[in-house]
């Protein structure tokens, strides 16, 4: 009986010396943020996460898991689409402005995929929508577990406060799997979007990211993306009550706080 007792107990510390070794990374590490204050009295959301140890840091947790329309940001994933369908050939396909008066200047002329995403050209990426076509959309969109994947807005203007619907969470995941190229699409495809999403280049980071605003009334705001440092990958989204060059800054601000950008 003696015997027995002590190889249960031997097995129990065998099992307790393997629990210990495995790795924090292969635990997701979420940690709330208090940055109430960066965010000037609008109502939002960050999510945060550094990609090599999964530490997550999220403000507004129970906003982070709430959908919303995902406006203009939504041209990540339509240019990953687009590429992968050959409705566009590469990142320097141009369209020809169709003479029509627009709010924006800069979307007042011929664009390419490239300057499209530069410039959050709604009418380019629209067209392309149009190219692409429902049935491939709604594959390309289902296969990315894009939010509420709902179309049914129409082609051109789903994204657009209107039936597609995903949360910071949801487009953390996303950026996370293109980022790591796991997304249903060609390695060079994904190579393309990231190139073309690029904000910032300094010597110790590289910024990638994408805005997105409610246009009617700039009730909601976006900016998704991820950061590459000279030692790790932090994928990021955040949302507001405000537009979507609000939202960046506050991302900024918030990635200065947790020094991943250095002032």
Do not use: C
Request: aromatic content about 10%.
């Amino acid at each position: 009986m003696k015997l027995k007792r002590l190889w249960l107990l031997l097995i129990l510390l065998i099992i307790a010396g393997a629990a210990s070794t495995i790795p924090a990374s292969a635990e997701k590490q979420v940690k709330e943020l208090e940055v109430e204050e960066l965010f000037e009295d609008l109502v939002g959301t960050t999510v945060i996460k550094n990609l090599k140890s999964n530490q997550v840091y999220v403000y507004n947790e129970a906003r982070s898991q709430e959908r919303f329309t995902p406006e203009s940001t939504f041209k990540v994933a339509n240019a990953l689409i687009g590429l992968q369908t050959d409705a566009v050939r590469d990142e320097y396909d141009v369209k020809r402005w169709d003479g029509v008066v627009r709010e924006f200047e800069d979307w007042n002329r011929d664009h390419t995929l490239a300057s499209g995403m530069r410039h959050s050209v709604i009418w380019y990426y629209q067209a392309m929508a149009r190219d692409i076509g429902y049935e491939n959309m709604q594959n390309y969109v289902n296969q990315f577990e894009y939010g509420n994947k709902d179309l049914s807005g129409g082609i051109d203007q789903f994204w657009l406060d209107s039936t597609l619907k995903i949360s910071a969470q949801e487009q953390v995941q996303f950026i996370e799997n293109l980022v790591e190229e796991t997304l249903p699409i060609d390695e060079q495809h994904m190579k393309t979007v990231k190139r073309i999403m690029i904000n910032e280049e300094t010597d110790s980071y590289v910024l990638h990211g994408k805005t997105g605003s409610r246009l009617s009334d700039y009730g909601l705001g976006w900016y998704i993306g991820y950061i590459e440092t000279n030692k790790d990958v932090w994928v990021f989204a955040t949302n507001i009550n405000g537009s979507g060059s609000k939202a960046k800054t506050i991302t900024f601000n918030v990635l200065k706080e947790l020094n991943i950008l250095k002032e």
